[in-house]
């Protein structure tokens, strides 16, 4: 079974631009989370798609938005791109149909997008 | 608000010897625990997960064990192995929402 693919894997953007990140969950699984990994802060939730509809949404600025495809692809966009954006940008898919502890429901993460900002 | 929080960023551990990785939290409706390991350049793997229900769950080398009153979780690895060198992160959730709060992870290395 391929795993969770994330694209690009690395980028360098610039201070006002603006990015698009992909994420391929694994077959069959129909709900794809976003999370940003930066030092000292662990991973921080960003949104959940489930079948095209967001279900659920963290604490980050409206610039930070995504959308899931019919074939549960998801991408994420941020908009007007802050220094304090760069971190690494953590794609997970689970079947999510129960909560996230145990079997198909525990999240299955993707390598990450690598993002600078300069 | 840091609800989740591994307060020791690093830990060096003597191969075979036993690691234990800390994990407290401060929001009492937390339904479930979970503990992921992190290599460089990849993604968080499951390890190992408790319900708030249990008090302790073991998968092979791997225990969890969870103290509500106290509001702490730890995960026992024994005999610790090179390979278990990682970072690890602790995470918890709420029944029936899918997002998990994730600590700031501690960075374990086994020694030979």
């Known amino acids: 079974k391929a795993g969770v693919t994330q694209t690009p894997r690395y980028l360098i953007k610039t201070r006002g631009q603006q990015v698009t990140l992909s994420c391929s969950p694994i077959?069959?699984?129909?709900?794809v989370s976003w999370y940003q990994q930066t030092p000292g802060q662990g991973l921080q939730f960003l949104f959940e798609y489930f079948s095209e509809t967001q279900r659920n949404k963290g604490n980050f600025p409206g610039r930070f938005s995504g959308r899931q495809f019919s074939n549960s692809r998801s991408e994420m966009n941020v908009s007007t791109l802050e220094l304090g954006d760069s971190a690494l940008y953590l794609c997970?898919?689970?079947?999510?149909?129960?909560?996230?502890?145990?079997?198909?429901?525990?999240?299955?993460f993707g390598a990450g997008s690598r993002l600078t900002v300069l | 608000d840091q609800q989740v929080k591994q307060n020791s960023p690093s830990l060096s551990v003597q191969e075979g010897r036993i690691s234990i990785l800390n994990c407290d939290y401060t929001?009492?409706?937390?339904?479930?625990f979970l503990w992921y390991k992190k290599y460089p350049a990849e993604g968080p793997t499951f390890l190992i997960s408790i319900s708030s229900i249990k008090d302790k769950n073991e998968d092979g080398r791997f225990t969890v064990f969870l103290n509500k009153s106290a509001k702490h979780l730890s995960l026992h690895i024994v005999p610790s192995q090179p390979g278990d060198s990682a970072v690890y992160f602790c995470a918890a959730g709420v029944q029936g929402a899918q997002k998990l709060v994730f600590g700031q992870g501690t960075r374990l290395t086994i020694n030979p």
């Open positions: 077959s069959g699984h129909r709900s």
């Open positions: 929001n009492s409706m937390f339904d479930y």
């Open positions: 997970a898919s689970s079947s999510g149909l129960g909560t996230p502890w145990r079997g198909a429901n525990v999240l299955t």
